[in-house]
């Protein structure tokens, strides 16, 4: 069975030479075989599914297929309709919406079980998917939440940000500790490598942690005024934490060899016991570059290493290992 997969636009096709058959179907999307069970998920892949059916994007079409993608005796499910993130493919989300509540209307009293994702709590439970294409074409499948790659439509977790937070940096901070399951704990001590102006930090103190920031920039006044913060104005590849900390998180724009680098030294020298770091990436050999700084990080002693580049991501991915 083929799968559909969406990326980030101009990511095509580094997400394609992840995939085995892969290849570019459109802006923003791609197909490809299965992966192999046990496989990692594709690094530059929002959301992706099998697809059971490629039909007309009209409620009646779409809902002869997912009727039998259903669960038979009553249980919860999701229904996610959604449009590739791309200059051709954005302009459909009205008809997407369109699309969904007249599906979800035309299922009747199965409707009524449809939930929310994030309320799922069965393995078994499926997530409905309904991609609609530039083409005026469809694409459908289901997958149970186990196994689903993305709780977000689309794959875009978009990260609601309270006022105050410095700069956009807080939203990506805040997805990947969405996509990683966990993250620092009140009294953690994190050290933040290119903190300023001080988005991630920001975030580190909302979760009533002690941060030492790294950056010869100024941070914004409040973060820099709290009591929790220790501001070092020191080089981040030259800085050495006078003991280990739990957490250490990198956000700088640099080459990601030398970041690689840095952060395998971190590994090595046993200085943290978690890592959350983004990598810039080239414009050339992304992939190449994304598995030459994991390899790095690997020899440095991190282990359960996983690299996405998330939805808040630019030209870049984040990182987590753990020691």
């Not at 994007?57 to 229904?79: F, H, K």
């Not at 957490?247 to 952060?263: H, I, Q, R």
């Not at 994304?290 to 996983?306: C, T």
């Amino acid at each position: 069975m083929k799968w559909l997969w969406t990326s980030r636009a101009d990511f095509e096709r580094d997400l394609a030479e992840e995939l085995p058959g892969g290849r570019v179907l459109a802006p923003a999307l791609v197909i490809g075989d299965a992966l192999k069970p046990g496989s990692e998920l594709p690094v530059f892949g929002r959301q992706g599914f099998p697809i059971a059916a490629e039909v007309a994007p009209t409620v009646e079409a779409v809902v002869a297929v997912l009727r039998p993608l259903l669960p038979a005796a009553p249980a919860a499910w999701s229904l996610h309709v959604w449009v590739p993130d791309s200059d051709g493919g954005n302009p459909l989300s009205a008809q997407a919406t369109e699309l969904a509540e007249g599906v979800t209307k035309a299922l009747g009293s199965a409707g009524e079980r449809s939930v929310r994702a994030h309320e799922l709590y069965d393995p078994a439970e499926p997530i409905v998917q309904v991609c609609l294409a530039e083409s005026g074409r469809a694409y459908v499948g289901a997958q149970p939440l186990s196994s689903t790659v993305s709780l977000w439509a689309g794959g875009r977790a978009r990260m609601k940000i309270p006022s105050g937070a410095p700069s956009r940096a807080t939203s990506k901070l805040a997805e990947a500790i969405a996509w990683i399951g966990y993250g620092p704990e009140s009294g953690d001590v994190c050290v933040d490598l290119g903190a300023a102006p001080g988005g991630w930090t920001w975030l580190l103190l909302r979760r009533k942690t002690r941060v030492i920031a790294v950056d010869r920039a100024n941070l914004q006044p409040d973060i820099a005024r709290d009591r929790k913060v220790l501001h070092l104005r020191d080089n981040a590849f030259t800085y050495r934490p006078e003991e280990a900390v739990d957490w250490l998180f990198c956000d700088m724009v640099w080459k990601p060899a030398e970041v690689g680098k840095l952060l395998a030294m971190w590994g090595e020298k046993h200085w943290a016991r978690y890592l959350v770091s983004n990598i810039k990436l080239p414009m050339k050999r992304r992939l190449s570059m994304v598995n030459d700084v994991k390899r790095l990080l690997a020899a440095g002693g991190w282990r359960e290493i996983r690299a996405r580049q998330l939805y808040h991501d630019r030209d870049e991915v984040t990182l987590h290992a753990r020691r």
